[in-house]
């Protein structure tokens, strides 16, 4: 088990990785809405307020962010009061969206249960839905108080939605962080059987060096954080392109093979680049 903090701008976000989550989040005092991914079964775990939903593009739209505010007006939650989001990505896009604009702003726990959303989604604090084919038009900056990683979600997972997970991981490795090319690299039958300290160790580097850019700048003002989309302005037109048939970790993989080649062909980069990317994105 991990935990660290970050500060980022003017919030603190504390991050658990490896520990029981309805462990954790009971641990929590105050009134809770626990909105969370409508295939999951949340034994054990106290709540004022249980909203399930839809786990998928579809879901990520206005509709269902007023749909939670309004379930949480309703029952009177107010501004001390926590927002729990217990899912794959569209779940913590769509209820980071809904907690911030709700009373501007509730406490937010993110409860990723994917490996996309472990090592990407829920980190960093974008929030936010489609808006008329267009890909999170609609959103805000809201950071998470907690992120809680509870690596048992892992064990049913499919190998499928692993790989596309990687994808995020990868990114990393190739932009911000040698060493964890190098662990990648050496350990691909370790993290492919799901070792947990495997995991864990590939899930905490991926957290810190995501939040180490993002706590340099936040709002991508500052032109650091734009390292963040490597691959993912030509993966988001796949996206798109595809009505969002093709993942978004298959799609930014393209990506990055794509930009990787346009930066070679511009100077951007020396020769080589698109080897390495390819290579990785073969391995796994």
Partial sequence: MRSFQEQVCCSQVDVVIGKDYVEELNSINGRKAVVFSKNLKLEGLEADLLIPLDDGEQAKDLSTVLSIVREMFEKGF???????????????????????????????????????GMVDAGIGGKTGVNFQGIKNVLGTFYQPSKIVIDLKFLRTLPIEELKKGMAEVIKYSLTLDKELYDYLSLNKDRVMAKDEDALEEVVYRSVKDKLGVVKQDEREEKGIRIVLNFGHTIGHAIE????????????????????????????????????DVLWLLQLY
């Fill in 78 to 116: 107010d501004r001390g009061d926590y927002v729990i989001a217990v899912g794959g990505g569209t779940v913590l896009d769509v209820v980071g969206f809904a907690s911030s604009i709700y009373l501007r702003g509730l406490k937010l726990v993110n409860v990723p249960t994917t490996f996309l």
């Fill in 240 to 275: 798109a392109g595809s009505d969002f048939k093709v993942p978004h970790g298959y799609a930014i993989s393209v990506g990055m093979v794509c930009e990787a080649k346009i930066a070679e062909e511009m100077g951007y980069s020396e020769e080589g680049v698109v080897e």
